[in-house]
């Protein structure tokens, strides 16, 4: 099954979960059940955001996009990880309300809703998997396993009431499912402003790639180096890498050893400029004897 259709059935089963909730939490009177609510919400916003980036991200690369459309689901994952703090903070707030005067809760059918939104979690939780290679795709997910702790949050909040009348117990499970939220929402956030704000990728360390550049038979030394992310773990890397003079005649060879260094490191975009340290040496800037300098694309 394809990433689109996955996506399209866990949007029509999140809907219908969403007003499930919607009307049983009203009915119910539960903050807990509303608070899921909330949360699908989000997951049918964040859904229909991944379902429309997938499709745009297919559109292959042209002139005003030369490497894709990547950050299109970068920015759907952005939005879907700011609505999820958002919606933590008005659970919050509404938490702190009901705990300062709880309200009674008819929990038979809270129960109900809880688990009927649990089993559709669950189904969605399945359909798109945990193995994720698109942020965009992971954002989503996420948003589906936060809504499936937080059903179960409701389900323990609905049978704490029905055992022991403790209302209290509906807004603190309430709290505690938007801490789930507000975690899973920064960590998608920061994810995706580390890629728009091209801030190296988390996973590699430039002076280690520098210094397994500088062992190379040939290399003096590297230098103008650039590290950044064109889209969730498709890294790109540049730099400027001088050469012994005696080496310039093989450059285009270590070039090559270059680029399968970097492959091996996952970076499958790379741009090295390759300069003379004879001409380094004296203040000045010289191309090699041959035309090496150029892009490599490794897909």
């Known amino acids: 099954m394809t990433m689109t259709k996955k996506l399209v059935i866990s949007l029509i089963v999140t809907f219908v979960v969403l007003i499930g909730e919607i009307v049983g939490g009203i009915v119910s ?10 949360h699908v919400f989000t997951d049918v916003f964040s859904l229909g955001m991944s379902l429309m980036a ?11 996009a030369t490497y894709g459309y990547h950050r299109i689901g970068i920015l759907a994952a952005l939005i879907n990880g700011v609505s999820l703090v958002i919606v933590a903070l008005f659970i919050f707030i509404e938490a702190y309300k009901r705990i300062q005067a709880p309200p009674a809760v008819d929990t038979s059918l809270m129960l109900i809703i809880a688990l009927i939104g649990l089993a559709g979690n669950i189904a969605i939780a399945f359909v798109l998997g945990h193995k994720h290679e698109d942020l965009n795709v ?25 055992f022991t009348g403790w209302q209290m117990a509906d807004p603190l499970v309430s709290a505690f499912v938007g801490v789930i939220i507000i975690v899973g929402g920064i960590g998608v956030t920061k994810e995706a402003l580390r890629i728009f704000l ?5 996973r590699l360390d430039m002076e280690e790639i520098s210094q397994k550049i500088s062992l190379v038979p040939g290399v003096v030394d590297v230098h103008d180096v650039h590290l950044w992310s064109i889209g969730h773990n498709d890294p790109a890397f540049s730099a400027h890498v001088r050469l012994k003079e005696q ?14 260094e970097l492959a091996h490191m996952g970076i499958k ?4 400029q390759m300069e003379s340290a004879e001409c380094g040496a ?18």
């Not at 975009?269 to 090295?272: A, N, R």
Request: glycine share 8%.
């Open 282 to 299: 004296n203040g000045l800037y010289c191309q090699p004897r041959t035309p090496i300098a150029g892009e490599a694309h490794h897909h």
């Open 198 to 202: 091209e801030l190296s990728p988390a």
């Open 54 to 64: 997938i499709l745009i991200m297919k559109k292959p690369a042209d002139r005003r």
């Open 29 to 38: 009177n539960s903050l807990a059940l509303l608070s899921d609510a909330g």
């Open 138 to 162: 992971k954002s989503a997910w996420l948003h589906v396993l936060g809504d499936t702790l937080a059903s179960i949050g409701v389900i323990a909040a609905g049978l704490v009431i029905r």
């Open 247 to 260: 080496s310039l005649a093989e450059a285009d060879a270590i070039r090559g050893k270059i680029e399968h």
């Open 269 to 272: 975009h790379s741009v090295l």
